[in-house]
């Protein structure tokens, strides 16, 4: 600090305690506060400030200052001997005990005024404790009881009267979660960790609450900081995972599930928690290990009988199923909702449709998930019955709960949607033709990418191609999508960076496609996918298509087969699934926003189709349906791959390839039929609101836009 800043500090200083002696004390404030703006570690000038506040009443405040002073100034016994006054006036004897006791081990143990500060922070503390206790024992009670009302009177009670202690807060917390009131709980609890700052209860609870409230990312910090304070808590580590998980973080949520089992073997609900994520990411075989190490200790767990019940449906693992629905039916119960559901998809795959209506219309839950599941399977089986209107009533309602936990998880359809408008923005002819000269030699031949719009087929021509011995589909691999993200992080980002590339750039994109499909085969088959000259590649996901251009930038020589399917069907059949929570899915959550977004990746697609060099080869579904040999020859005349016998056995090649992740996994599985083809008919009337947008697309693909009458 300069001279002249210095006196004008003394200045300040000296104005400051003239003011506070002629018992001026907001002009008094307002100095002390510009003396500590300039200074704030003055501890003289936070024990001046300190006094004042206590003064004004404010209690707070002048143990903020007076903290801060013994802290600045730890040599001067004054601010010692105010410290601890002013908490004892504040009522925070525990605190002015701890305080005394430190100034005590400063100063002398026989000092007459600390000791005698101690003695009564002591007895305070000590009937304070008691009757605190007491009353927390009441409200707990209460609490227990389920006597929530009563209980929160006791809580608030206790906050008003021992403000300055957390448990009062802490109850009061828990006591609002228990009755909904999760904002109010929130407020409790942080109100307690203020006092308490490294109560793991507290901080535990506090982290459930807003992972309940679907702030994953807050809840997630608060257990991470729990965590620091006490890292070998199994709990605390399964509660990370539920707000990992929560959030979409798979891969940290899995790790934590997997920590907490390690601390705590024989951890059911972490168990089953990761089994679910395993799922999740596509190691089925780990997922049922971990449902299965879960039932071991407990086989009454809900979740790791529903975690296992579904893995084993969609692995097509029919027998098993039945065995494990049966031990579920033993331990759960015949009215168990998750036993019902696994009923009923045994029965649709039986053909017995109305039964499995029958079953799953007669049971209902409390659990948001179950109910979601429960309103899309019904929406499949009403639809497979022909009653439209309850198959859409279902629909809307699973869309309903869908989106709730697509809110949960923050997932929003706008970043996928923004990058769409981005390529839209700049793929042009002479966009294009100014891009840089760059290629790379790295001995893999590039793939062959299958696309289309969602629900148009791709899983079943997926099913079909990977039947062949020379031919190794990737199922939903996001290679492509690796790429592009490595794109965004180069300078322009994505796409713009596209036009600069050089041969190193382009060797180093194409290695991170390379790398991320190479590991999806891995995790899905055990092994990478042979390199040789005759194996051929497909990398199947639908929506690759709203990124033709990088396939076409990173590989000039790679073959898009384009499957195309009526939109009304498309659409509908998109609007009726269940689908894994992300931001391109997020628009199938209404009926208008799917057929917009239907428009907006056509248009897409087009605008690719206009600017780029892709050799493309369109295969209608409605042709692979009613035509399957000659539409799958052409098709592999176009790839330059003879034809295989085994092609007509897909479906048990599909059952024996285990879980398949899209929701076509029930029907590719089965023979090829023709009964999706042209359904939309059935539901004209509700699919009246969308019909401008989609029409105009049905006939630009040569595709009727009315219901055929008769």
């Known amino acids: 600090m300069s ?164 448990g009062g807060w802490a109850v009061l917390g828990a006591v609002r979660a228990a009755s909904g009131q999760t904002e109010a709980a929130v407020e409790a609890y942080n109100a307690a960790l203020s006092r308490e700052p490294n109560d793991l209860e507290t901080l535990n609870n506090l982290g459930n609450a807003l992972h309940a409230l679907g702030r994953s990312e807050d809840a997630v910090a608060t257990f991470r900081r729990a965590l620091n304070i006490q890292p070998e808590s199994a709990l605390l580590h399964y509660n990370l995972g539920r707000a990992l998980h929560g959030d979409g973080q798979l891969a940290d949520a899995q790790a934590a599930y997997r920590t907490a089992v390690a601390q705590r073997p024989g951890f059911v609900a972490a168990l089953a928690n990761l089994g679910s994520v395993l799922n999740e990411r596509g190691f089925p075989g780990e997922a049922e290990a971990a449902h299965r190490a879960a039932l071991r200790h407990d086989a009454s767990s809900v979740a790791a009988n529903s975690g296992l019940l579904e893995v084993l449906e969609k692995g097509n693992r029919l027998d098993e199923l039945r065995e494990a629905l049966a031990s579920a039916r033993e331990h759960l119960g015949e009215g168990d909702p998750w036993v019902a559901l696994g009923d009923a998809r045994l029965a649709r795959r039986d053909g017995r449709d109305a039964e499995a209506r029958e079953r799953l219309e007669g049971i209902e839950s409390d659990n948001p998930r179950f109910m979601e599941a429960r309103a899309f399977a019904l929406a499949g089986i009403c639809d497979r019955l022909h ?203 209404d009926l208008r926003t799917s057929a917009a977004f239907y428009d907006r990746v056509m248009r897409l697609w087009e605008q690719y189709r206009e600017v780029l060099d892709l050799p493309v080869t369109t295969v209608r579904y409605e042709d692979l349906v009613e035509s399957f040999e000659d539409t799958v020859a052409a098709l592999l005349d176009f790839l330059g791959v003879g034809w295989d016998e085994r092609l007509r056995e897909h479906a048990s090649a599909a059952g024996e390839r285990g879980r398949i992740s899209t929701p076509s996994y029930l029907e590719v599985t089965q023979p090829v039929h023709t009964r999706a083809s042209g359904r939309w008919a059935r539901y004209a009337d509700h699919l009246a609101p969308v019909h401008e947008q989609l029409a105009p697309w049905a006939r630009f693909y040569g595709y009727g836009a009315e219901p055929a009458q008769g």
């Open 387 to 589: 009653d439209a209107d309850a198959a859409m009533a279902h629909a809307d309602a699973g869309n309903r709960l869908a989106a709730g936990r697509y809110q949960a998880r923050g997932v929003s359809e706008k970043p996928f949607l923004a990058r769409m408008d981005a390529c839209a923005a700049r793929f042009t002819r002479d966009w294009v033709a100014s891009w840089s000269e760059a290629t790379a030699d790295d001995g893999r031949a590039d793939p062959v990418f299958l696309v289309g719009f969602p629900r148009s087929g791709t899983t079943l021509l997926d099913t079909v191609l990977d039947a062949h011995p020379d031919i190794y589909a990737a199922d939903e691999t996001q290679a492509l999508n690796a790429a592009a993200l490595a794109v965004d992080e180069l300078d322009g980002g994505y796409p713009d960076a596209l036009a600069e590339l050089d041969d190193e750039t382009v060797a180093y994109l194409r290695e991170v496609y390379f790398a991320e499909l190479d590991a999806h085969f891995v995790e899905q088959r055990g092994e990478a996918p042979p390199s040789s000259d005759g194996a051929l590649v497909v990398d199947k996901l639908p929506l690759n298509m709203a990124d033709a251009g990088l396939i076409q930038r990173l590989f000039p020589t790679a073959r898009v087969v384009f499957m195309l399917r009526h939109p009304f069907d498309c659409v509908l059949s998109a609007y009726m699934n269940d689908f894994a929570p992300n931001g391109a899915m997020a628009n199938f959550l």
């Open 3 to 166: 001279d002249e800043a210095q006196a004008g500090g003394a200045e300040t200083w000296q104005a400051a305690v003239a003011a506070h002696g002629d018992g001026r004390l907001d002009e008094a404030a307002e100095l002390y506060r510009a003396v500590l703006d300039a200074q704030p570690e003055n501890g003289e000038a936070h024990y001046n400030y300190g006094i004042l506040l206590f003064q004004q009443g404010d209690q707070d405040g002048a143990v903020n200052h007076l903290s801060s002073a013994v802290e600045h100034k730890p040599e001067a016994k004054p601010c010692w001997l105010a410290y601890g006054e002013v908490l004892l006036a504040a009522g925070r004897a525990r605190a002015a005990e701890t305080a005394m006791e430190d100034a005590l081990e400063r100063f002398s143990p026989d000092d007459e005024r600390l000791n005698e500060l101690l003695r009564r922070a002591s007895g305070l503390a000590t009937r304070a404790g008691d009757d605190l206790q007491a009353e927390l024992d009441t409200a707990i009670d209460a609490y227990r009881a389920g006597d929530l009302g009563a209980a929160e009177a006791k809580a608030r009670e206790i906050a008003d009267r021992w403000p300055a202690e957390a």
